[in-house]
DNA sequence: CATCTTAATGGTAGCGCTACCCATACAATG
DNA sequence: CATTGTATGGGTAGCGCTACCATTAAGATG
């Protein structure tokens, strides 16, 4: 009765499960080599290696990753912070770091900081908690704290979107200056005077006020007046194009051509001209960013700069594996450059 | 230097890392006395609270989220499993359920299981190793190993999309068969008679076969011919709609209206009908799915069946924290339904 | 044939934390 | 006054796994 309770005890915090020592009883070795033959099969005969693998069948045995990460001071999660799940941009970096982690064994931990620099400070702390393998953030702008912790750590870590000369460690990204001087070059040498940037959430993504400043770097150059810069304090989607165009159209003089701060928003200002009949790009030239698929299916097709984004995120996971299987990768700072997609809309 | 070797040869394990046992030193107080003070702070008294927090606070100290995971037999971690992150549909479910477990302190890991059950088994498997708090899936169709492994598991496991009497636990989503149904009657009501249906993807999601379903269903109720159906095997994409719109027009005798399984692939048709100056509804009539933000730009606004995505990555997050609260969620079983957003498409 | 490798396995000692039980101090109860 | 709470803090013993070192047996070397 009374080893029976003290079984049951044990039962309690153990939940009963199937553990590498049981694995070892069955397959008739030690503990140590079960661990050995599920992780470095290389370094035990073919004939335990069978024998374990039979008895992990057998006993239906799932490693437990945690207790693993504890002796291992390292478990195979990778924490990716983002600002946030509803642009798509980051959705399709996303996927490919997944896809690419995950078929090289690793869980992706996701996490969103809201476009809030202190929220990323503190979720850094706490993903750090979980011993991950590496991490992968967003941007080059971060609390000091950020910083020098991640210097420290020790542990591979890629940040993502922009491009700089001064990472934490790895980065991969393109410059967002440079998108929006080639932008506002383009609509220039297209001949459009008045140009507009139309921005949202700008005072949040700072991604998108860099696109801004070249906007206005390439006029400057150009020695072009500015056509104004509408603001709109919300992030970017459809119904801001509609209310972008409503308030351009209002202006007076009017800009002959406007600068979107996002494809989100040109395709906004597209939809709602054609259903208003303003003709494109006569009335008004339109030019976007990134490459959504909607650009080419509008009429007419929406000129953007495209970003490679899914290649963005499969690099970033692969300059991180790299690192993780003990390789220095060259070129750990990576700029992925852009494409003008000239379409009929400027 | 003898000792130093040691001490340097224990760093290399543990990193150096400041620990738990510090922060009791610095607070003079015992290593189970911070762990209180951490993590159930009514139960220690607020002098020593403050001791523990300023030692906290002066040492940068951060929990090691693994070693207490392993103690405690959990870790504050949900893991998420979702076909693929190439809809938009699971994304803004996906966002919602991050903002809530976030909110409450805990992570979301998220996987994907690219349509394959096979795959998610094994997912599933991996991702117990984890010791997660609990786990969040998609739909109740799985293979019965995942189904007995997560039943004996003892732990919350919300299934998302998709509802049914039996869920493994607990369930939020909505009635894929009275989704397509719903929209066949729509058409039925408007007076469409040859209706044919556009899947893509149908063999992997098997939800849009259920809408399908509902489709069929529907239109024998209604002693209707059925108008053909146009099957896809690829993802849904707004090309899909493009080769559909070619696909029907070129159909004898002509279908006068097509019931599109999302709404991509509908909006894909409707920016081709117009860049073909093909009438919307009077030559075809088109009807989609989720209520996407651009179904309401396009020209005409396309009809659409709404389903609150948002709401019910909510909702599931909010049953999971229920029961790991303790307490028992009523109605563990949620259908969500739908509203028809009649647009100019029909 | 002694010595050195190399390969394959085992033993020990934690990783950093929390569950469980216990000890103490003081207030409340009859 | 003895008894029973009720806070508050501490001690011990792991959670399940892997790093590190030791051991053994077999082959390679001079």
Known sequence: MDSQEIRSRKRHRGKGRVTLADVARQAGVAPITV???????????????????????????????????????????????????????????????????????YQMLLATTDWDLDREASLVDTVLGYSP???ILTGLRHRPRVISRLRDWGRPVVEIMEVGDDPIDMNVGVDGVALGHAMASHLLEQGYRRI????????????????????????????????????????ASYEVGVRALEDVM???????AIHCSNDIVASGVLLAASRQGIRIPEELAVGGYLGLPLAEHLTPKLTTLAVARSEMGTQAAELLLERLSGKTPERPIRDLGFTLVKGGST
């Open 35 to 105: 661990s050995r033959a599920l992780n470095t099969p290389g370094r035990v005969s073919a004939e335990v290696k069978e024998r374990v693998d039979a008895a992990v069948e057998a006993l239906g045995y799932v490693p437990n990753l945690i207790a693993g990460g504890l002796a291992a001071a390292g478990t195979r999660v990778i924490p990716v912070i983002v600002p946030s799940l509803a642009i798509l941009t980051f959705i399709e970096v996303i996927d490919a770091i997944q896809k690419r982690l995950e078929a090289a064994g």
């Open 250 to 256: 209002a202006m007076t003089p009017r800009p002959d």
């Open 133 to 135: 393998s590496g991490v």
């Open 196 to 235: 507009a940037f139309v921005g949202s959430h700008l005072g949040h993504d700072y991604r998108a006020a860099q696109r801004l400043e070249g906007h206005q770097r390439a006029l400057e150059e150009a020695g072009a007046a500015c056509g104004g810069v509408l603001e709109y304090h919300e992030p």
